[in-house]
């Protein structure tokens, strides 16, 4: 069944096979349709922040809930979206579907210390086009004349 909108927030960094999928979500996007994602970026800030600093040091999280080899930069995550893909993940063609989405913007999410609210407060939060070194959220649409099949 194909969706209109599909939203992946912090989810991608937590499967056991991202580009497999992130394209088979791809695939279920129906024409029109909108792709979110958020996730790590595979840069040593975004280890030293979300591994050490959350994990490790602020126990913020439990130890091992990031996994570095998961993370995904920004330009593996636009290949695992546009690439086409067949029902089982593998790069190739499925009798001509394709993802066919386009990611049309990427920001980072980045940590706004200067608001001084607790690290929970949307307030503390924001999204910056210029540093996606941590976290960073992509929106790609697929076009009206391109049907899942």
Same mark, same amino acid.
């Given at each position: 069944?194909?969706?209109?909108?599909?939203?992946?927030? &912090?989810?991608?960094?937590? /499967? +056991?096979?991202? =580009?497999?999928?992130?394209?088979?979500?791809?695939? /279920?996007?129906?024409?029109?349709?909108?792709? /979110?994602?958020?996730?790590?970026?595979? $840069?040593?800030?975004?280890? !030293?922040?979300?591994?050490?600093?959350?994990?490790? !040091?602020?126990?913020?999280?439990?130890?091992?809930?990031?996994?570095?080899?998961?993370?995904? $930069?920004?330009?593996?995550?636009?290949?695992?979206?546009? &690439?086409?893909?067949?029902?089982? *993940?593998?790069?190739?063609?499925?009798? *001509?579907?394709?993802?066919?989405?386009?990611?049309?913007?990427? &920001? *980072?999410?980045?940590?706004?210390?200067?608001? !001084?609210?607790?690290?929970?407060? +949307?307030?503390?939060? *924001?999204?910056?086009?210029?540093? !996606?070194?941590?976290?960073?959220?992509?929106?790609?649409?697929? +076009?009206? =004349?391109?049907?899942?099949?």
């Amino acid at each position: 069944m194909p969706l209109y909108e599909l939203s992946l927030p &912090q989810v991608v960094e937590h /499967v +056991p096979d991202p =580009d497999a999928f992130v394209g088979a979500c791809a695939n /279920v996007v129906a024409p029109g349709g909108a792709l /979110v994602l958020s996730t790590m970026n595979r $840069t040593p800030k975004a280890w !030293l922040l979300a591994v050490l600093g959350a994990e490790h !040091l602020g126990r913020l999280l439990p130890v091992g809930t990031h996994q570095w080899a998961k993370f995904r $930069t920004p330009a593996e995550m636009t290949n695992a979206v546009e &690439q086409k893909v067949i029902s089982n *993940g593998s790069s190739s063609s499925n009798g *001509g579907r394709s993802s066919r989405l386009t990611v049309r913007d990427s &920001q *980072g999410i980045v940590f706004k210390p200067q608001n !001084l609210k607790p690290l929970s407060s +949307p307030a503390a939060w *924001g999204l910056d086009p210029n540093d !996606l070194d941590v976290n960073y959220i992509m929106h790609a649409l697929r +076009p009206c =004349d391109d049907s899942p099949r």
